[in-house]
């Protein structure tokens, strides 16, 4: 697949969600880019925000495999990965498999399961691969978590360990519609008495597994040039250099926006990155991956004010 023809499809694909979901342009682009650089997204916003709806849309879009997870303070490991259980009639113990075994996995609400639960996920979400009674168990290269968290100001949730963080590509936050774009969602979906899935909406699959694994292949073979290997490198250790920041990103996350930038790229309908695909995903791909100091905490700083501050202190190349 040319790179050209990613980026048709990342236009199909943005149509039919548009069918379904009003606005989240931005968001939808994120997800184009993790799914074409094999990653995961984490999208954060409060409830009735059309996170779910726009998970379920864009796997019906890009034609993989649904599972939905509803995490609860109940949820146990095995909930998520399954388990080998015995059978009576034949004297042996077979695999049930848990949800988890799909191509885009919506973990919905995975701040309100404690960490013990949220673990199972670590394996699957960096090796593609999970382990039961010591079998491995593969997922396949497509496979993609998109997960959904109320924000932490919320009772009756669980912050993600910074490991589990580290393992999302990308985290975004999920605003409020604009007044024009609620408007809109009031007389669609206010309409709709039925169930609120993207059949409702007519949202047509535009690939399969075969196109999305062509793409995926298109976007590593997308050049990048060592000027914009060294900003993408001068961003991450600027991080780590910040004095208001504890912990900066490490090189894992150099390495994970230069994929992204390949992707953004492809999806623009180029075979090269530019510096802006870098800068541009540079804010949802580090937020989740620094920590405040304290004295930065005392001030009232946030993590957003200090990446935005990083990135455009960092000149990018021409």
Do not use: C
Not at 44 to 49: F, H, L, V, W
Not at 99 to 124: C, G, H, M, S, V
Not at 176 to 192: L, Q, T
């Amino acid at each position: 697949m040319k790179v050209n023809e990613v980026q048709s499809l990342g236009n199909e694909i943005r149509a039919e969600i548009a069918k379904a979901v009003v606005g989240q342009d931005s968001t939808v682009e994120l997800m184009l880019v993790a799914l074409f650089a094999g990653g995961h997204i984490l999208l954060e916003g409060p409830p009735g925000t059309a996170k779910t709806l726009l998970a379920h849309s864009f796997a019906q879009a890009v034609g993989l495999d649904f599972g939905r997870i509803q995490f609860t303070p109940d949820l146990m490991p095995a909930d998520i990965i399954g388990a080998n259980l015995f059978n009576f009639q034949t004297s042996s113990f077979s695999l049930t498999r848990g949800p988890i075994f799909t191509e885009l996995l919506l973990a919905d609400e995975i701040n309100r399961t404690p960490p013990k639960t949220q673990a199972a996920l670590l394996e699957a979400m960096q090796e593609r691969q999970v382990t039961i009674d010591g079998e491995s168990h593969q997922l396949g290269d497509r496979f993609m978590v998109v997960a959904t968290q109320n924000p932490i100001e919320q009772q009756g949730v669980y912050p993600l360990p910074e490991a589990q963080l580290d393992r999302f590509l990308f985290k975004q936050t999920v605003d409020y519609p604009s007044a024009e774009e609620e408007r809109k969602i009031i007389a669609s979906h206010g309409a709709k008495k039925e169930a609120m899935e993207p059949s409702t909406w007519d949202v047509q699959r535009k690939a399969d597994a075969k196109t999305i694994s062509a793409a995926m292949d298109s976007v590593k073979g997308v050049k990048l040039v060592d000027e914009v290997i060294d900003y993408i490198s001068a961003l991450i250790r600027a991080t780590r250099e910040n004095p208001e920041l504890e912990s900066g990103a490490s090189p894992r996350a150099g390495a994970m926006l230069a994929g992204a930038a390949r992707a953004r790229a492809a999806i623009d309908g180029r075979d090269f990155v530019i510096p802006d695909d870098a800068k541009m995903l540079a804010a949802p791909l580090l937020r989740h991956r620094v920590i405040l100091s304290p004295a930065a905490e005392i001030n009232g700083r946030k993590v957003e004010e200090i990446v935005s501050g990083i990135i455009e202190a960092i000149e990018a190349p021409r």
